[in-house]
């Protein structure tokens, strides 16, 4: 499929939460280690959730090593000469230029392998990951099972008290289980503003 000594590409594994993003993406990870090769391993600063900032971890408890960044920027200076691969968490939470620094790695020849929420709580693209699907190579788009008809779940419930958070609440808000489930197109709810609402917004 690729050609040349040292190929390079992009590969995306995107879907709702609770759909196994970061396993799958651990998956490869460790895949990539047993070959050989010399992996760095990036997440969002803003993900602490199971493991800390110093670690990738799944909803399940599995964990890889990973370094805490900003920004795309910091992804681009962070990335040694030698590395081969280069994996990123959470990648909807960093800046549009991370879209150039997938590219410019691919281009190098470097095997880039970036995991994210494709959606946002509204079930609207969200950050990067929207872009990086049209220009990856391989992309994984991945499904959790609806927790209301058990269908395929292609949406994140986010939940406050225990009801379904509003249109206008702020777009990032990290959280588990506790604050999102996994639902399909016709069990997802977010409850918009009323007209007086939507004109102050």
């Known amino acids: 499929m690729f050609h040349g000594t040292r190929p390079g590409w992009i590969e995306v594994i995107s879907g709702v939460m609770l759909a196994s993003k970061?396993?799958?993406r651990i998956r490869r990870v460790r895949r990539a280690v047993i070959a050989r090769r010399k992996v760095q391993v990036f997440k969002s600063h803003l993900d602490a959730r199971y493991a800390g900032l110093s670690h990738v971890a799944t909803h399940g408890g599995l964990t890889v090593e990973a370094e805490p960044v900003d920004s795309a920027e910091q992804v681009a200076r962070g990335v040694r000469p030698d590395t081969e691969v280069v994996a990123v968490d959470e990648v909807q939470?960093?800046?549009d230029g991370i879209v150039e620094v997938a590219d410019a790695l691919a281009n190098r020849g470097v095997r880039v392998v970036l995991a994210g929420t494709d959606v946002d709580f509204r079930g609207l693209p969200f950050g990067a990951l929207p872009t990086l699907m049209c220009i990856a190579e391989v992309v994984d788009k991945l499904h959790a099972i609806c927790v209301v008809c058990g269908g395929p779940a292609t949406r994140n419930q986010r939940l406050i008290d225990?009801?379904?958070?509003?249109?206008?609440?702020?777009?990032i808000m990290v959280g588990g289980r506790e604050s999102y489930e996994a639902r399909c197109r016709h069990c997802h709810r977010v409850p918009r503003p009323d007209a007086d609402q939507t004109a102050l917004l």
Not at 162 to 171: K, Q, R
Request: without cysteine; negative net charge.
């Open 22 to 24: 970061t396993e799958e």
């Open 93 to 95: 939470f960093l800046d």
């Open 162 to 171: 225990g009801a379904p958070a509003p249109w206008n609440s702020p777009t």
